[in-house]
């Protein structure tokens, strides 16, 4: 729907028709694939979340033909591949820009006070989306990013105190995002058999990661 194929997915789709009778909020841009349909931009963390928690699970249990396990992989590699190839940051193709919330940067998730609750959340997050990642494609740069972030820039601390902030902020959307990530970060590891001697190696490297 957004063009941006593979790499952001959008947060929702509505006939186009329908846009104005109804559907407010976030703008509705043209679908550049589909006339007869408009998507909704600033596509957050809480969406990424969503879709890379399931994507696995599709990959793994879902998916039955090459063919259909091509197009998980794809979104995967697309969408994880995406924001690390845009400095962190996930860029909506109707502005080129950062989308509001959209970010696992350090510049904004350790150094910007204004994103203080976020700090926690977006920090496992990203942590969770490269072992994820790391885990299915065997991409070094997901392992590599895990581990500057976590050694460079303190992201396993980060989560450490990811639910102690002002009692006033704390809201049921940032426990639901925790489980998500968590879920996302636990299951890179659960996929790879023990027994399965070809990615003892890989692994080993993400349950490194997952212990950490």
């Known amino acids: 729907m957004s063009g941006d194929y593979p790499r952001f997915p959008a947060r929702s789709y509505v006939l186009a028709a329908d846009v104005g009778s109804g559907c407010s909020g976030d703008p509705w841009m043209p679908s550049t694939v589909n006339p007869d349909y408009n998507w909704k931009s600033t596509t957050s963390s809480d969406e990424i979340d969503g879709h890379l928690a399931v994507l696995p699970l599709l990959y793994d249990h879902v998916a039955q033909t090459e063919d259909e396990k091509k197009r998980v992989y794809t979104l995967i590699e697309g969408i994880t591949g995406g924001i690390l190839a845009n400095d962190l940051y996930l860029i909506d193709p109707s ?3 950062p989308t509001t919330w959209g970010f696992w940067h ?8 204004e994103h203080l609750s976020e700090r926690g959340t977006n920090s496992l997050g990203i942590l969770a989306y490269c072992a994820s990642a790391y885990s299915i494609t065997h991409d070094t740069k997901y392992l590599d990013t895990f581990w500057e972030l976590a050694n460079e820039y303190d992201y396993i601390l980060n989560v450490f ?6 009692p006033l902020e704390d809201n049921h959307s940032d426990n639901e995002l925790l489980f998500q990530t968590y879920h996302i970060l636990f299951y890179a590891l659960q996929r790879l058999s023990p027994d399965d001697a070809s990615v003892a190696t890989i692994r080993g490297e993400v349950e490194a990661m997952v212990t950490a």
Do not use: A, F
């Open 161 to 166: 105190n990811s639910k102690i902030d002002c």
């Open 95 to 97: 502005t080129n820009k």
């Open 106 to 113: 350090p510049d904004l998730v350790n150094d910007d006070p």
